[in-house]
């Protein structure tokens, strides 16, 4: 199976900052990479496909890169609204893999 | 509006079955492969499995936790998808989320989970 590893497993960060989601993993995926945000409670959404391909409705402030085995999610200017745990998933192969997820906490 | 609406979840005591059902609205249910996604709780997301489209042949694909135990199936004609549950653990308590997946390229891996149901939980318990 690919694993996935995203770091930090948490960050603190304030309104207005630009915070960058590492994930990693253990073989080379190309460009196999998905991003998505979870609200407590709340179903996930899709944020990012094909490592840097924004889905519909997402604010431009979100944006991804890498290939590979390295990969990152952007967030350029945090908003209140952006307080929520995010995963990286890979669709290289099945089974289909998760990072443990990096939960932003306001500061 | 894609709308994907699980149930069947609950209570069930270990060893024993249970069905879970996904109702889809807002798009053209047989285009698309659909998955299942589970979250224990306090824990991260674990892929269950999916099943493809007609097109791609149906087939299905699973988790090595869940395969010979759980079934992915799906009813074109009502726009349903099942996940049948056997031989349950209490390491299967989880919310269960009914999942649309979209292909967005020509090539075999280039698959996203587009829209998520609300997610039913599912609680292995004597």
């Known amino acids: 199976d690919i694993q996935m590893t995203q770091s930090p497993s948490s960050l603190s960060a304030s309104v207005g900052d630009r915070v960058t989601i590492t994930c990693r993993a253990s073989?080379?995926?190309?460009?196999?990479l998905n991003w998505y945000q979870q609200k407590p409670g709340k179903a996930p959404k899709l944020l990012i496909y094909?490592?840097?391909s924004l889905h519909s409705g997402v604010p431009s402030r979100f944006s991804g890169s890498g290939s590979g085995t390295d990969f990152t999610l952007t967030i350029s200017c945090l908003q209140p609204e952006d307080f929520a745990t995010y995963y990286c998933?890979?669709?290289?192969?099945?089974?289909?893999?998760f990072g443990q997820g990096t939960k932003v906490e306001i500061k | 509006e894609v709308q994907l609406v699980e149930s069947g979840g609950g209570l069930v005591q270990p060893g024993r079955s249970l069905r879970l059902s996904c109702t889809a609205s807002?798009?053209?249910?047989?285009?698309?492969?659909m998955s299942w996604v589970r979250q224990a709780p306090g824990k991260g997301l674990e892929w269950v499995g999916f099943?493809?489209?007609?097109?791609?042949?149906?087939?299905?694909e699973y988790a090595a936790s869940v395969k010979g135990r759980f079934t992915i199936s799906r009813d074109d004609s009502k726009s349903i998808a099942y996940l049948q549950m056997n031989s349950l653990k209490t390491e299967d308590t989880a919310v269960y989320y009914c999942?649309?997946?979209?292909?967005?390229?020509?090539?075999?891996?280039?698959?996203?989970?587009?829209?998520w149901g609300q997610g039913t939980l599912v609680t292995v318990s004597s």
């Open positions: 099943i493809r489209s007609k097109a791609y042949g149906g087939t299905t």
């Open positions: 998933q890979q669709s290289y192969n099945t089974p289909w893999t």
């Open positions: 807002g798009f053209t249910f047989g285009d698309y492969a």
């Open positions: 999942t649309r997946v979209s292909k967005y390229c020509s090539g075999g891996s280039c698959y996203s989970v587009d829209y």
């Open positions: 073989q080379s995926i190309s460009t196999y």
């Open positions: 094909a490592a840097s």
